[in-house]
């Protein structure tokens, strides 16, 4: 049997999950003071997170949304996805791929670093298992700190056996995160990475996934309009 894995952010989904997740949440759910003040002073986050990333490589995104959103009850957002599945799913992008890994009788599963709300909804939606980062809940409310973040480790997965490697003959994956470098280059030392399927973004993000394919030694990749 094969597996095929689907990166979400991008690549299945357009846009980050995370942050349309937050952004619906800010719009339609629970308000309070924190959640105003963020909401009033987004474009601010947003420069501030973009200066971490560029100049220290650190994405603080999750902890400006945990000091904000951290003590919502979970009843509260279990309404709030449901209206929130209809405006995520619309966000669908490359469903022609998808169905054509699935007409082959392939097992499919989702593989993201986002937070869990709305990768669930996109699994339910296709019928397919995930992987996502987890969030903590505490006495039915969350505190948006994480019992599990698969940001920049997706290969975790694997290395604990969540999915074991010995029931695929081949995998191949579908992504266009340059985070997920750190999965390739794990799948690929065990001899059963096939294909890589790239969601191409720039000329420059090309130029630099085949620096990094050519450092593996590793040919078999195609880039997906």
């Not at 973040?149 to 579908?174: C, P, T, V």
């Not at 992504?175 to 065990?190: A, F, P, Q």
Request: net charge positive; proline share 2%; hydrophobic share 35%.
């Amino acid at each position: 049997m094969n597996l095929v894995l689907f990166d979400v952010c991008g690549t299945l989904i357009n846009g980050n999950s995370t942050q349309l997740y937050v952004d619906y949440l800010l719009e339609n759910g629970p308000a309070n003071f924190r959640t105003k003040l963020y909401k009033r002073s987004k474009p601010i986050f947003s420069l501030i997170a973009w200066m971490f990333r560029k100049f220290l490589h650190l994405d603080i995104t999750r902890f400006i949304i945990k000091k904000c959103f951290s003590g919502i009850k979970q009843e509260e957002i279990t309404n709030l996805n449901k209206k929130f599945s209809s405006f995520y799913l619309k966000k669908l992008k490359n469903h022609e791929h998808f169905l054509i890994e699935k007409q082959k009788w392939k097992t499919i599963i989702l593989v993201s670093a986002s937070i869990d709300p709305p990768i669930q909804i996109l699994a339910e939606f296709l019928s397919v298992p995930y992987y996502a980062s987890k969030l903590e809940q505490k006495n039915n409310i969350l505190t948006w700190s994480f019992t599990e973040d698969l940001q920049g480790r997706k290969e975790s997965i694997f290395k604990d056996n969540r999915i074991n490697l010995n029931d695929y003959k081949k995998i191949s994956f579908y992504t266009d995160n340059k985070e997920d470098i750190s999965l390739i280059s794990y799948l690929h030392k065990t001899k059963k990475l096939e294909k890589v399927n790239i969601i191409l973004l720039s000329q420059d993000d090309r130029l630099y996934r085949e620096h990094y394919f050519t450092s593996l030694k590793f040919t078999n990749y195609e880039y997906l309009s």
